[in-house]
């Protein structure tokens, strides 16, 4: 169970599925419970726990890697907003969507709204 819940963690992990990854940890979590209820003696639940804490480590890793991936190119995605909004008032739609869809083929989703327009990094 440890090992495919691992294998799983990482391919979530891969794919920047940090809920999947989470669901992976909790999962060996609830693994682990259940096995202290058995009576056998081995060194397995050790083990496995091991393996839980370097799980949490690495999701607290990816966690802080993507945060500081937002925090590094958020000041060119405001200047790039502010082009499209110009871009807009000036009724250059066709400018204006190309900066929105270059956004949204690196993984940056532009909301737009009455205040204005804000940016989400997809996981």
């Known amino acids: 169970i ?8 990482v391919a979530c992990l891969d794919k920047r599925d940090i809920a999947g990854a989470a669901g992976a940890v909790l999962e060996l979590d609830d693994a682990l ?9 081995s060194d397995e639940p050790a083990r496995v726990r091991a393996t839980l804490r370097s799980m949490v480590v690495r999701l607290g890793q990816a966690a802080a890697a993507a945060s500081g991936r937002a925090g590094l190119i958020g000041p060119l995605i405001d200047e790039l907003l502010a082009a499209r909004a110009a871009a ?3 009724g250059r739609y ?21 205040e204005g327009s804000s940016w989400h990094l997809e996981s």
């Open 2 to 9: 440890a090992t495919r819940l691992e294998a799983d963690f």
């Open 33 to 41: 419970e259940a096995w202290s209820a058995d009576t056998l003696q």
């Open 88 to 90: 807009r008032r000036a």
């Open 94 to 114: 066709a400018d204006a969507d190309a900066v929105r869809d270059r956004l949204a083929g690196l993984g940056i989703e532009i909301r737009d709204s009455e």
